[in-house]
């Protein structure tokens, strides 16, 4: 979704258009989950977060400022919430079981939950920062600039986070089995 | 390995580098084994975070995002511009305004501001016009939404123009004319009495826009003049927008 688009959206929402709201919703709220999950672990907090991050949001619209991207603000919210959210429940509850409770399907499936589960807790292993630009880069597709725009950190910093928190994780997936 | 080696590789993998920086990583590659092996690990572990897939968000939760969100209290809007495109002449006599005068407290429109004027001034010209002619056009519109109800119609009589609103609402409506390139000018306007709120309280008018501030329900009159009588007026482009804080859309269509 372009910024013009975005910022035409907002300017319904702020005229209490809340059909222009749905659509902002509808756009953002699956990559905004994705995140918070990848950063949380576990989908039930990243739901909360996710819901905290649209309201803050839109609480805070007459705050954000069209220069900038829209999508670099609610990424910010997101990343921010969901940052908090992790202090809170820091080591109470475990990491996500779901992918692979229940009914066990075909090796295939199994081994691409075992994969996927493997490579969650390697992020989860990271320090939140070098998590954060992991996240932001492969699960959110973003830029280094996009990246330095949402964290507000020059883009040199998240090029060597990025490169510190890869090597991080090939150690953790390497001591896994599954690198 | 040198750290600008490392920081080659991964603008590689991370398909941010220059084509200047490309030659230079190739040259290294083709020499060193080592950073060849290293860009190959990256790239295994490039590729296995890509391919995780996204998550689906609970089915519900943008529900409950959008169940949460009041959003500021914004306006919805909605406008006849257009409507009057049906204006077609009918046998009204003196009853259009006749009604109306009974019961109206007139003002005179000096623009820029709405100020109590000269009623029987305003009262003897409509009679004695109407008096002329039985032949008058009228048009008139109805709407409906949630909170909020009403008609507009549009009358003319031997070149007197009349806009007469008969509108409820819930909310506060603002309402706004504009005559744009109509050829008509705002001559006055008039207000019912007995209005759940005084309308002349908000009437504002700047330049050929006229705005009215609605609630409850309330009727009244605005009044157009030809700015160049004998020349042709357009109706068609009058505009009337209406907005409220209200969430419904409304729908205006011509009465049938």
């Known amino acids: 979704m372009g910024n013009n688009r975005d910022y035409a959206l907002i300017e319904r929402c702020q005229r209490g258009d809340r059909r222009a709201l749905e659509e902002m919703v509808g756009h953002y709220e699956k990559p905004i989950f994705n995140a918070a999950y990848r950063i949380l672990g576990n989908p039930d907090d990243a739901a909360d977060t996710t819901q905290v991050v649209f309201m803050k949001a839109f609480e805070h619209l007459g705050q954000y400022d ?4 829209f999508f670099s603000w609610i990424y910010r919210i997101a990343i921010n919430e969901s940052i908090n959210q992790l202090k809170r429940v820091k080591n109470s509850q475990p990491l996500d079981d779901t992918e692979v409770a229940g009914t066990r399907g075909p090796d295939a499936t199994v081994e691409a939950d075992d994969l996927s589960r493997d490579i969650q807790q390697g992020l989860m292993d990271l320090t939140e920062d070098y998590r954060t630009v992991v996240v932001l880069r492969h699960f959110s597709e973003c830029s280094y600039r996009q990246i330095s725009e949402i964290l507000q950190i020059p883009e040199k910093t998240v090029k060597s986070r990025l490169y510190s928190a890869r090597q991080s994780m090939k150690e953790s997936l390497r001591a896994r089995g599954t690198y | 390995m040198e750290e600008r080696i490392i ?20 040259s290294v590659l083709e020499s060193s084994a080592d950073a060849r092996d290293m860009r190959s690990e990256l790239l295994k572990l490039n590729n296995l975070l890509d391919s995780m897939p996204m998550k689906e968000p609970p089915t519900d939760l943008s529900h409950k995002i959008l169940d949460q969100i009041k959003l500021p209290a914004g306006k919805k809007t909605f406008s006849l511009a257009g409507l009057f495109s049906s204006f077609q002449p009918v046998t009204v006599g003196v009853a259009f305004a006749a009604g109306l005068l009974v019961t109206v407290s007139f003002y005179e429109m000096i623009p820029g501001i709405g100020v109590p004027g000269d009623t029987a001034g305003m009262v003897g010209t409509m009679v004695s016009s109407q008096a002329r002619t039985t032949q008058a056009v009228k048009n008139d519109i109805f709407l409906e939404g949630d909170g909020f109800s009403g008609t507009v119609s549009l009358n003319e009589n031997a070149g007197i123009y009349v806009l007469n609103f008969d509108l409820d609402s819930e909310n506060r409506t603002d309402v706004q004319v504009g005559l744009g390139r109509t050829g008509l000018a705002f001559g006055g306007f ?10 002349m309280n908000s009437v504002a008018i700047s330049g050929s826009t006229l705005k009215v501030q609605n609630l409850g329900r ?9 700015t160049h009588p004998g020349e042709v007026v357009d109706t068609k482009s009058i505009t009337i927008d209406f907005s409220s804080n209200l969430d419904s859309n409304y729908q205006g269509e011509p009465e049938s």
């Open chain 1, 66 to 69: 069209p220069k900038y991207k």
């Open chain 2, 7 to 26: 920081q080659l590789i991964n603008a590689d993998i991370d398909g941010e580098i220059t084509s200047s920086e490309r030659q230079e990583l190739e």
């Open chain 2, 190 to 199: 008039a207000e019912v009495k007995g209005n759940a709120d005084e309308v």
């Open chain 2, 218 to 226: 309330q009727q009244f009159a605005v009044f157009l003049r030809e």
